[in-house]
């Protein structure tokens, strides 16, 4: 066993000679975040000098950009401007890369350049991480380079940096978050304002909640994307996205809604990592009933939050900005500083490594919770009857029936007919349901949401 | 300008060398918290290492109690138990001090001896570092040896690392916090229980929340050493404690918590931290009023909260355990493996250095918010107008006068007279209050609480 000597170790003095000088970085992205990059560095240079002990300062040295032409919300000067990626990672005033473009081809590109020529990677870019991850971290290992993702997942809010440092001596038993601002919108105007969703939707766009495209928003991949990542970081292996259950809200209508507020329960898009017992990850996205008084329900508009359960620091809650300008730039200069630590540090990958080859899945039909579920059906008698018996004989338990009748069309052939289940295999759910489905009275297949108990 | 090499820094080969060694830490003291670290490293020892890429193994090589005999949570060998601090600190197996004894004055030297002998302290004494953080701080910058704290500031929440590290981009706007659990605890079952003061500390000393001397947990000043240690590290510099207005629970009545609930509003131990438009710092910690509906509101018996209000990230939220044997040994844990970490870096200081001289505090007379007064008085005619005309006096807007008549003493001479008052500066209001105080209607000295506009 090697002992640590109490003197200083060896590279102290030189690092001592290098206080003051400054790190580049080159700037890939100059859109929401990557301006706000800029942005945040004009405005608290002086104040990370100083908080750092005098021993960080950042410049932007080149930034990237499709447009040169484009009216930016920050300025830079022109010669800091290029359009091409290879260039601004092999500029020798780049210390630092910074992700900001979004997609998973040329962002991948560029990281995988920087992390080869030992640049650090800071980047926002979910979606790349959780589809490519595994590559980029072998990357990351391979030339002792790390990359920093705290933007990545619920803007603002520190999570990776809790996750990873603060509940570094936590086995993780659970995460449970509401991380993606969009859709929590677009649930809560559906609640409140009596909106149908693609109502509600328009109004996140017109807002500039929702993308442009807000496929991955309302699809709940981005929240899967967010989900997976810090699954990673609890349990130290990369995820496959194609083995976590992804369902977003686009099937949530206002009678849903309506039936969870009468039930004292709230919708929201919830993203749930748990360990089970022998040591299998559970990993799901989707629309669920949580209790009205639980605190997630409090999470409002497009803000975010992480619930995290550690074996020793117990239930915490983490809550702010999901994304933005200024929060999604705040995590991404804190990422800075702790890649300009790290360029000093000979121990120094403070990134993500994985270190477990792999881990267990478990599948999502393995996975237990009570239901809501939403039938259409033919208003004619014995359609309870029928269906209550295909449940009846699955072993699934009734807590309730409730045939909500439209003032409008008191006699309507089709109707609604919502039954609330009692905790059961989800896989043992969609047997019975796909058999219920055969059914002559049921017109569509039946939608589900969990009632999660937190 | 000195620019970094893409190479590695020197001294990384030779660290990678010391991949696997093991880290011996002194542990001071083995009571609630210290055996709680005893405990999360032998359950969580391999995860750590695992998580930390190989690089962190840490096994306690001594542990400082006073009474060697005393059956403890936690199991070491006789050999590695000894009650002379001096030996612990000079112990050349142990590489890291870990304070967990707690007071001002052993803990003092054991910290300062430590950092001389540039072994990296980890400590959750928050008394020690609101009262001589000045000295201690100065001898960590001497000995360019950290000095790390999580544990000192709400139990298993990463406040500390949030506000250095995740927010060292943020100019910290403010920062608002129920950072005393004992408090929080004892106001609750005021509120939900009806039971007195007295009644409720007892409760909270029986199920072992309160210290054996209850003293800090009411008189506010717990609070008031972790917000004073908030303030310094989000502003820079030291902060005097008598400087700091600080007012505990113990003249919180029924009847108070009772016309709170009546006006929406719940009464809390707030700790306030705000940073003025001038740059000078607000701190104060006292019983207030706040909003039924802020998020806050919903802290509940022991647990912690402090939202966090940066120029970047926005308004955020942290809550969890806020103290106990299991949260506080996950942040001295974290608290751990940082120093480990920074034991191997040559520009390692991760610990707080002070970066202001000094900083301008705001005078508790000048910090505004609206009020409420409750007044002992005679019940005669008139008692209303009297007091009503020393208010508009002094131009303090009234919003609200109550007398609740209790139906036990209907004509009882002396009442409650309860008056809600608009905003005006804390200095203004005492002024008036003592002059009202002077009127022969008024019986004692009124009772003051601020109603917090969050
Ligand atoms: N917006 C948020 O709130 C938020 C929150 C968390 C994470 N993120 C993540 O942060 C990343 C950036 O998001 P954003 O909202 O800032 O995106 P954005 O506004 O669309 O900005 C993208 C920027 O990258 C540039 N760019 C895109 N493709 C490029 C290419 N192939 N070559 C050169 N430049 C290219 C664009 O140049 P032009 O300006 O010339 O078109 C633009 O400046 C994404 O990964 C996103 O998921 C965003
Ligand atoms: N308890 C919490 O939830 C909590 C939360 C956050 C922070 N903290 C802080 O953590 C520190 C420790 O708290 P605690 O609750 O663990 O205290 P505790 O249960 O009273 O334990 C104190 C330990 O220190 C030893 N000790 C005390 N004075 C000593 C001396 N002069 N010489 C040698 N050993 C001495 C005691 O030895 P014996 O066992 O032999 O008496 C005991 O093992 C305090 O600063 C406290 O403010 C506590």
Chains 1, 2 share one sequence.
Not at 25 to 45: H, M, P
Not at 225 to 254: N, W
Request: glycine residues 10%.
């Amino acid at each position: 066993m090697t002992r640590f000597a109490l003197s200083p170790p060896a590279g102290r003095d030189e690092a001592r000679r290098v206080k003051c000088s400054t790190l580049g970085i080159g700037l890939a992205g100059l859109g929401t975040v990557g301006s706000g990059v800029v942005l945040a560095l004009q405005r608290n240079s002086d104040l990370i000098t100083d908080r750092t002990g005098g021993t960080v300062r950042l410049k932007v040295a080149k930034a990237l950009v499709r447009n040169p032409a484009k009216a930016r919300a920050a300025d830079l000067p022109a010669d800091a401007i290029t359009t091409d990626w290879q260039e601004l990672v092999a500029d020798p005033a780049v210390d630092i890369v910074v992700e900001l473009i979004g997609g998973t081809d040329t962002a991948f590109d560029i990281v995988a350049a920087a992390l080869k020529a030992g640049k650090p990677v800071v980047t926002g870019n979910k979606a790349l991480l959780a589809e490519r991850g595994t590559e980029l971290f072998a990357l990351s290992k391979e030339h002792d380079t790390p990359i920093h993702f705290e933007a990545a997942v619920a803007g603002g809010i520190p999570i990776i940096k809790t996750v990873q440092e603060s509940f570094v001596g936590n086995r993780i038993l659970s995460m449970t978050g509401i991380i993606n601002g969009t859709s929590n919108y677009i649930l809560e105007r559906m609640a409140n304002a009596g909106l149908e969703f693609s109502e509600a939707l328009k109004e996140a766009q017109d807002l500039g909640y929702a993308e442009a495209d807000p496929a991955l928003d309302v699809n709940g991949w981005d929240a899967a994307h967010k989900a997976i990542l810090l699954a990673t970081l609890a349990y130290g292996f990369s995820i496959d996205p194609t083995k976590v259950y992804v369902a977003g809200i686009e099937q949530v209508r206002p009678i849903d809604i309506e039936f969870a507020t009468r039930l004292g329960y709230v919708v929201k898009l919830l993203a749930v990592v748990r360990e089970h017992d022998d040591g299998s990850i559970e990993v799901r996205v989707q629309p669920s009933f949580i209790p009205k008084s639980h605190i997630l329900a409090s999470v409002h508009g497009v803000f975010n939050a992480v619930a995290v359960h550690g074996d020793a620091a117990g239930e915490s809650l983490f809550y702010g900005s999901g994304a933005g300008q200024d929060p999604t730039a705040s995590s991404a200069v804190a990422d800075l500083v702790e890649a300009a630590r790290s360029l000093r540090q000979p121990d120094g990958h403070r990134g993500f490594l994985p270190y477990k080859e792999a881990g267990a899945l478990v599948p999502v039909e393995e996975t237990t919770t009570a239901y809501y579920v939403r039938f259409d059906v033919t208003d004619r008698p014995g359609v309870v009857a029928e269906i209550a018996a295909k449940l009846a004989a699955a072993g699934i338990g009734i807590s309730g029936t409730h045939s909500p009748v439209n003032p409008e069309t008191p006699d309507a052939d089709f109707v609604d007919m919502v039954f609330q289940l009692h905790s059961c295999p989800f896989g043992l759910l969609q047997e019975t349901l796909t058999e219920i489905e055969g059914l002559d009275c049921v017109n569509s297949s039946p939608v589900v949401f969990r009632i999660e108990k937190l």
